[in-house]
């Protein structure tokens, strides 16, 4: 009956539907195609429900199972930015605001945070403090270009979804135009047109810290780390400081805030600031790895990592802690998805159809947690404590045609105590 057993319930139960929905897609779609065999459709089932623990086919073909580093380490350095982001998204959710401007403030971080690394010469500076640097400036970039739609909120009253969708457009094409501009297109690599060279070119990346050595053959660097860390940071500055207490109050109820003294225009604008940042921070940490490349004609789409921290923030119930679980389910069923292309005849969108399930669940997490009250309630009575007996308890519990106990000599009626009351006025 705990609020907390109840919120994880709902998100687990949210997360079980929709793999099983997805793997009855998987087999509809296999049984229906007369190019998937059958056995390859219970492959994609199993691959559904365990596909990061796949190895891949033996010799007669069929699949092998076992610890995968690679898809682990794939899974770690994919999560990262959907960790932030999904940050970004759940601290904006807990001050009442929805932060649908993330993918705007990812592309923000990520022009500045390129540009920072590419242009600061590593042979006069050291390349880890060009890295500090450049991951500085790419997450003030995304909380300036995230204050933009708090400003409008707290000061015009204007929706902030509103305010964000513009700022995503506006991004995206001020993005486009910059590095259309610059000299950060990668020439060198002629099969790689409107490509921005990798930070390596420069002498810039994320410190492995070992974990390449464990997940061998896999892209993983210390983000992740960074990325926990930052989660731990942003559940102590809610949940344990004055700050996220203020933040929480204007979320709940911005008049009463303020009638508290507490300044909730300021607050607004803070939290929007925060988010950006978290995004801005997400970016940095994707692309100052040195071995992902930044396709620079973004006005055709916004980057998918802003609008997955959405789903992460929902399935987590905006609780910090459960973001880093939540994005780590999220880049493993995108690791899932690669496997089914890879190992079988399907195509990774069947794990965008268990995204979708997971999200419309989550957002139903309140009308699932009622009901898992009401079970609760209908499998254990609420147990009535034990009443003193009293005249009136006795005379209830008396049979009906029982006699009215006389009332005590002390004891006066109503009438009598009226009467009294009136001689003594």
Request: proline content about 5%; overall charge positive; aromatic content about 10%.
């Amino acid at each position: 009956m705990k609020d907390g057993t109840r919120k994880l319930l709902a998100s687990l139960l949210s997360i079980v539907i929709g793999l099983v929905v997805g793997g009855v897609i998987v087999l509809i779609v296999g049984f229906a195609s007369r190019t998937i065999p059958t056995q390859s459709a219970f492959d994609g089932l199993k691959l559904i429900f365990a596909g990061i623990l796949s190895t891949g086919r033996d010799a007669a073909g069929q699949l092998t199972w076992g610890f995968n580093p690679t898809n682990v380490g794939n899974m770690l350095f994919r999560a990262t930015p959907v960790i932030m982001t999904g940050l970004s998204v759940a601290v904006a959710f807990k001050t009442g605001l929805f932060n649908i401007g993330a993918s705007g403030q990812y592309l923000m971080g990520t022009m500045v945070s390129l540009m920072l690394a590419l242009s600061i010469p590593t042979s006069s500076v050291p390349a880890w403090l060009v890295w500090i640097i450049a991951f500085l400036g790419g997450t003030v970039a995304g909380a300036i270009w995230g204050a933009i739609p708090g400003l409008v909120k707290a000061f015009l009253n204007i929706n902030e979804v509103l305010a964000c969708i513009m700022t995503n457009w506006i991004a995206a094409n001020f993005v486009t135009w910059m590095f259309d501009i610059s000299s950060f297109k990668n020439v060198v690599e002629n099969t790689k047109s409107s490509y921005i060279y990798k930070t390596t070119f420069n002498g810039v990346a994320t410190p492995k810290l070992g974990l390449d050595k464990l997940f061998t053959g896999s892209q993983v660097n210390g983000g992740i780390l960074i990325a926990i860390v930052v989660a731990i940071g942003m559940y102590v500055l809610i949940n344990k400081t004055t700050l996220g207490y203020e933040l929480k109050a204007c979320g709940s109820n911005r008049h009463a805030a303020r009638y508290a003294g507490i300044r909730d225009k300021r607050n607004i604008v803070l939290s929007m600031a925060i988010a950006g940042a978290l995004c801005g921070a997400g970016a940095s940490l994707y692309y100052l790895s040195g071995n992902t490349e930044f396709f620079w004609t973004t006005y055709q789409s916004l980057p998918a990592e802003g609008f997955n921290g959405i789903p992460v923030a929902l399935l987590a119930l905006n609780n910090p802690i459960g973001v880093i679980f939540a994005g780590l389910f999220m880049a493993m069923l995108n690791i899932v998805g690669l496997q089914l292309t890879n190992l079988t005849a399907y195509n990774e969108y069947i794990t965008d159809v268990i995204v979708a399930v997971i999200v419309y669940l989550s957002a139903f997490s309140l009308v699932i947690r009622e009901l898992l009250v009401r079970k609760k309630r209908a499998v254990v009575p609420p147990r009535i404590p034990d009443a003193p007996i009293t005249s009136r308890t006795a005379a209830a519990a008396a049979p009906p045609d029982a006699p009215p106990d006389p009332l005590p000599e002390e004891m006066n009626t109503p009438a009598q105590d009226a009467q009294e009351g009136g001689e003594q006025a």
